[in-house]
């Protein structure tokens, strides 16, 4: 086999790779569990009939409309020169470390965190600088700007509620680390929409902090996944600072049609997550009536443990057709909110798997 000339820092690494298996119970991937309505199905067919009538043209590529809309959406008194969107919010990420961070420069995070961000980081060759949570998955505004401060990171990765914790964080943990970041501060809030407070949202700091950006998707709550839309809200000069390193007509005139299409149903998309908030709390509560701990979680997912053989309590619920996810800290596992069913039957077969061996679970 030819060896390939692989940039060093990458060789030998694996790329992202949550299975996609063919289960009857998926809760691996944090995905909405309600596909979209008849209705909204024939509503988006109708939109993508009419792109696909110019489909000889590149599309807008300013995305002028799915970004006013998205300003709309999230209100607090943005426009379309506040937002900027792409295939989902990895694309997002992506475009803020090109521009601001890259070799030379470095990416701070608190992990336990999103896993696409030190990956992201390494990829656009910024150094990743790992720190850490409280044991309860927690951050203290003090503690957290005081890591800010001594590291004096170009990029502040926030994410809130967090990924795989399900941790909602405190608006002063990002005004803390805004007032003394000496560069951008990324606050990551795919899940905010499932929050208990929904006023819990880095959008309201905007108007004080010039280089915080909130990055947002429709994949989670939108129950968009499907369509890789991602965006973000800031300054406008963060917008234009992005146009820098955006590709030409990066997102295609189907996505564009796609979302705008979505937003507009965007009541009833969001109507589930009153349910799936509802069911997180009943699997909380049901995990730990089984003996495990369960993690705070303002998400469609929670963290739950603690195995001293993850992988094998991850296998045997696999191969009883409930795939979750191995994510977080070594003993812990992860699963996604889905409907009532599909948490019931999850419920069940993990209680088989508990029950069919006393040595998996550590405590
Ligand atoms: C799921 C997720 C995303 C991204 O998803 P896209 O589908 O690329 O929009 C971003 N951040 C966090 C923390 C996530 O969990």
């Not at 506040?82 to 990420?93: C, F, K």
Request: net charge negative; charged share 20%.
């Amino acid at each position: 086999m030819t060896a390939l000339p692989i940039r060093s820092e990458l060789a030998g690494r694996s790329g992202y790779g949550a299975p996609q298996l063919d289960v009857p119970v998926r809760l691996n991937t944090n995905e909405n569990p309600y596909p979209p309505s008849a209705e909204l199905v024939a509503d988006i067919a109708a939109a993508v009939a009419v792109a696909a009538a110019v489909l000889n043209r590149y599309p807008d590529r300013d995305a002028i409309k799915l970004r006013d809309a998205l300003a709309r959406y999230l209100g607090h008194g943005l426009s379309a020169e506040h937002t900027w969107a792409a295939n989902g919010s990895n694309e997002i990420i992506m475009q803020l470390l090109q521009v601001f961070g890259g070799p030379g420069r470095s990416a701070l995070g608190f992990e336990p965190s999103y896993s696409m961000h030190p990956r992201i980081a390494e990829t656009t060759a910024t150094r990743w600088i790992a720190a850490g949570r409280a044991s309860d998955f927690t951050l203290d505004p003090a503690s957290a700007a005081e890591v800010v401060k001594a590291e004096e990171p170009d990029v502040v990765f926030l994410t809130s509620p967090n990924n795989p914790t399900g941790t909602a964080m405190p608006l002063a943990v990002a005004e803390a680390v805004c007032a003394v970041a000496p560069g951008m501060v990324v606050v990551d809030e795919a899940y905010a929409e499932f929050d208990r407070d929904p006023a819990n949202t880095a959008l309201t700091l905007l108007p004080r902090f010039g280089r915080l950006v909130v990055v947002r998707t429709m994949s989670k709550a939108f129950a968009l996944a499907g369509a890789r839309i991602g965006y973000l809200a800031a300054d406008p000069a963060v917008v234009q600072a992005v146009q820098l390193v955006r590709m030409p007509y990066h997102l295609s005139a189907v996505s564009q049609a796609v979302a705008l299409t979505a937003l507009e149903h965007s009541a009833e998309l969001l109507s589930t997550v009153a349910a799936i908030r509802e069911e997180r709390d009943k699997l909380v509560v049901s995990l730990r009536g089984m003996g495990l701990q369960a993690a705070e979680s303002d998400t469609n997912f929670v963290l739950f443990g603690l195995f001293a053989d993850r992988h094998a309590v991850w296998q045997s619920l696999l191969d009883r057709g409930v795939l979750i996810r191995e994510a977080g800290p070594p003993q812990w596992l992860r699963a996604t909110v889905g409907t009532a069913g599909e948490n019931a039957t999850f419920l069940n077969q993990l209680k088989n798997v508990l029950g069919g061996s006393e040595s998996l679970a550590a405590e």
